[in-house]
């Protein structure tokens, strides 16, 4: 499958949190790193990575009143916040904070998990062309598998790169949600 300038690549919360000994641990989450690094190198029109970048007293955290699903994760400015730094910047050329309202989480790097609030990211990859996305990162039952939707129904066609994103879970089921949307899974050694 050839990449070319119409196709984005989105890196999604490769971040010291969710990778082994974060705070929200994704189990072999830094497995991820080299295969992106090495799909960076592709030619892509855009590279994008987002952090989950959360205020203190998130809505997501176990820690406040009422208590949400997660550990205090990815606190904005944060060392667990900060992109891991094995992922290789130079060919990013937007980061998007993502999850920045303490009152609504944001899963997709789209839009808030409310479904109203649009990030722009949508508008920014039309502005330089972007006509496919792919999408890379953790964790494919959350952020990854909610990004890669919300792209289909923003209009992109969208791919999901199954071997550079690792699941908080099981995802046989994110799998199958994402092949009733439309979205396609490859294995990165397709791309070139
Ligand atoms: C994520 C849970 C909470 C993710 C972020 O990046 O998949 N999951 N915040
Ligand atoms: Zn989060």
Not at 29 to 36: E, K, R, S, Y
Not at 90 to 100: C, D, I, M, T
Not at 163 to 188: H, M, N, T
Request: proline share 6%.
């Amino acid at each position: 499958m050839p990449i070319s300038s119409r196709d984005a690549l989105l890196i999604i919360d490769v971040q010291n949190d969710f990778l082994p000994g974060g705070a929200l641990a994704v189990p072999d989450g830094d497995a991820v790193i080299p295969l992106i690094n090495r799909l960076a190198t592709l030619p892509f029109g855009a590279v994008v990575a987002t952090q989950d970048w959360h205020p203190p007293g998130h809505v997501s955290f176990q820690t406040s009143e009422p208590a949400g699903p997660w550990p205090q994760h990815c606190v904005a400015g944060t060392e667990g916040a900060a992109l891991a730094t094995g992922i290789v910047s130079a060919p990013v050329a937007l980061v998007l904070r993502k999850g920045r309202s303490k009152t609504v989480d944001s899963y997709s790097a789209f839009l808030d998990n409310d479904q109203v609030s649009a990030t722009g990211l949508a508008s920014w990859l039309r502005e330089v062309g972007v006509e496919r996305v792919f999408v890379t990162g953790l964790a494919l039952d959350y952020c990854v598998s909610a990004t890669a939707i919300d792209a289909k129904s923003a209009g992109f066609e969208s791919v999901v790169i199954v071997d550079a994103c690792r699941g908080i879970g099981p995802y046989d089921e994110a799998l199958q949600k994402l092949e009733a949307a439309g979205v396609g899974v490859v294995e990165s050694a397709a791309l070139a």
